[in-house]
């Protein structure tokens, strides 16, 4: 499914029996991290807005909803279709409305609005939010006099700017939607309603309207009027004429005629990866000219559309020469004469054209607004002659594993952007009764984007039970050491949780699988402070490092709330040996805890030489490995105090390796007890499915 990025291309699905056509995919390409890096837009069901429930759209290989042709099992209201992209209908009423809320991209919508027999109906839109084109070729709605897609066109509205009220010339107007496959914007609102023909003034210059027995219009026109509308007036003597303007090269043009002042109008058209350069119009003047200056049809390419997080700077045209020996030969030896014949490149004079669009041979540089994030697709892009441009599309994401600062404090102080603290309300009590609610730290999480967190299944369910807990009930901080610290009151960031994520094969009595994504109501903002962790390169294998880092919140009891600011909830860092399974098993035995390690678990405990003494069962923790990632430049950001020197071409960043998941001898915490750890690479597929 995956190959070289073509950004206007399809690749289309056959069946290898039959040879029949059953769908199609979008081309998607590959970064160094193996993560699929899409030209366009990938119409998986995450970003489907109109799909009320969906398939299993995702990016991974084996998903078959574009060969089935069925995006969604159900739409959302007004929606139709596989891929809930078709709406509209027909509408016979007096006076009504219709609406286009917050549409997708790749939309068809049509409507067809009808009245009573013999009468005609207003259309006025009161809001217009689509993409702005100069000709609305992308994002608009088409407007026709009748009841079908072949009816006269009345006007093709695009923007903000509302069109003036629009009035059939019959009982029935047709109405078109379309959209591209690049972004939505809010939509459209437009009422209509049924008058009579004479109550639009259909007769022009002074002409009398008369209704028929049938509800239709006659004109009784003035002196020197005639036509069905008295739209025609009787030549003068000196009109206005002018000569035939010349054809537009690449391009077509169009006249139009105003009826009432009888004046020629020529509107100009380029064809298809052509952009006009110049007018639009040109009109003939009394005095037998033409305003204006000739357009031209330029070949240029459309800007492509960026995130806000991407900085941009554009290059004037630049054509390269290439020449072979046989060419310098020719330049040498017939250099005037081929200066006489060949105008140089040069020389040529480039037009200007609409915002949005560039000459051909022009580059646009790229780059992340922040060392925050990293830079995914092409540095440099530039317009070719085909009217494509080069290289693959642009974005930047949040870099992860990365620590911010030097500092010249132990790895015990360090602050970890992705560490996150997940806090549960739960109820007061007091003599048996109620009285309110109070938020107490539960756990520790891990920040995997800027929408998800990673915590054990056991901190975010009821005790021995697989239903999570209402989502209303917790909140997750992040960006702050020290939670009770009140002197930066702008660091730390309260989220609240939309939706908990429990792993299908979570057991609450042996706690296999203990694991859990919690999705984030509102965004993390990125900054030194708050940035996510990497996930392990590979799924499943072998832990071949034997010692890592562990932090978890210290506090001096197992609850404690997050008003209690006497109470210190401070993150503290330790190292940790890790061990056989068989070893820890063992030593559970000996000390008569029967508990089964499985090989969705890693076991650990405190190393000889940790700095600081932690407790991870008291309030959970992460644990943390440093990894070597191949890197072709170097990075702005620093790993640990007290790291070795190492190579240049090789970059390290933190992965995710555990989550605390049981343990026991909590009160005591006895450094040379076991405690059990959720393997984190055993998981990755899985949170990076969930994680979207």
Known sequence: ?????????????????????????????????????????????????????????????????????????????????????????????????????????????????QVRRGMIMELSFTELSLEFDHSCRYDYIEVRDGDSANSPTIGRYCGYETPPPIRSSGDS????????????????????????????????????????????????????????????????????????????????????????EAVQTVEFFCSNSYVLSGENKRTCLPNGTWSGQQPICVKACREPKVSKLVRRRVL???????????????????????????????????????????????????????????????????????????????????????????????????????????????????????????????????????????????????????????????????????????????KPQYIQVSN????????PVGFDSDLAVLKLQDRARISEDVLPVCLPKMQGGEVITQQSYITGWSTTGQHQSVSHTDHAERAQTGLIELVDNIQCERQYIENRVTVNITDNMVCGHQHPHSPSTVCPVTTGGIVLMLSPVPSASPNSFSLTPQEPKRDNDVNYVWELLGLVSFGYDTHDCNPDLYTVYARIPNFKNWIQQNIK
């Not at 437009?190 to 259909?202: D, G, K, N």
């Not at 892009?381 to 441009?389: E, Q």
């Not at 806090?423 to 891990?446: I, K, T």
């Not at 908990?500 to 057991?507: A, C, E, K, V």
């Open 316 to 490: 004037k045209p630049h054509v390269h020469s290439r020449k072979s020996p046989l060419h310098r030969l020719y330049s040498s030896n017939m250099q005037g004469l081929f200066e006489r014949i060949l105008p140089s490149q040069e020389s040529q004079v480039f037009g200007e054209l609409p915002s949005g669009f560039h000459h051909l041979y022009t580059s646009i540089e790229y780059e992340c607004v922040s060392p925050l994030y990293q830079h995914f697709g092409s540095a440099k892009r530039t317009c070719l002659k085909t009217g494509k441009w080069s290289g693959r599309h642009v974005s930047c994401s949040p870099v992860c594993g990365k620590l911010s600062s030097v500092s010249s404090q132990p790895p015990v102080h360090t602050h970890w952007p992705w560490h996150a603290a997940i806090y549960r309300r739960f109820p007061n009590r007091h003599e048996g009764h109620e009285e309110g609610s109070d938020w107490q730290l539960v756990c520790s999480g891990a920040l995997m984007n800027q929408w998800s967190v990673v915590v054990a299944a056991h901190c975010v369910s009821e005790s021995g039970e697989l239903q999570p807990v209402s989502t209303d009930d917790l909140k997750v901080a992040i960006g702050k050491n020290d939670l009770s610290d009140l002197k930066d009151v702008k």
């Open 173 to 260: 107007l047709h109405i078109r939607f379309v959209s591209d496959g690049y972004n939505n914007f809010d939509g459209f609102f437009a009422t209509f309603q049924e008058i009579s023909a004479c109550s639009s003034y259909p007769c022009l210059n002074g002409g009398t309207c008369f209704l028929d027995p049938v509800q239709s219009f006659r004109c009784s026109c003035l002196p020197g009027y005639t036509g069905t509308r008295c739209e025609n007036k009787e030549p003068e003597p000196a009109q206005r004429s002018c000569s035939p303007l010349p054809n537009l090269h690449h391009g077509y043009s169009t006249m139009v005629l105003d009826l009432g």
């Open 500 to 507: 908990i994520l429990i792993h299908p094969n979570y057991n």
């Open 1 to 113: 499914m995956c190959r070289s990025c073509c950004e206007y291309e399809k690749i289309v699905c056959k069946c290898p029996a039959q040879g029949t056509k059953v769908g199609y995919a979008v081309p998607c390409c590959r970064n160094a991290l193996h993560q699929c890096d899409p030209c366009i837009i990938h119409q998986g069901c995450t970003i489907f807005d109109n799909c009320k429930s969906c398939g299993n759209g995702t990016w991974e290989a084996q998903d078959d909803f574009y060969v089935r042709g069925k995006f969604c099992t159900e739409c959302r209201q007004g929606w139709s279709g596989g891929d809930c992209l078709t709406c509209g209908g027909i509408i016979k009423r007096l006076q009504g409305h219709i609406t286009l809320e917050s549409y997708p991209i790749n939309a068809r919508c049509e409507w067809t609005l």
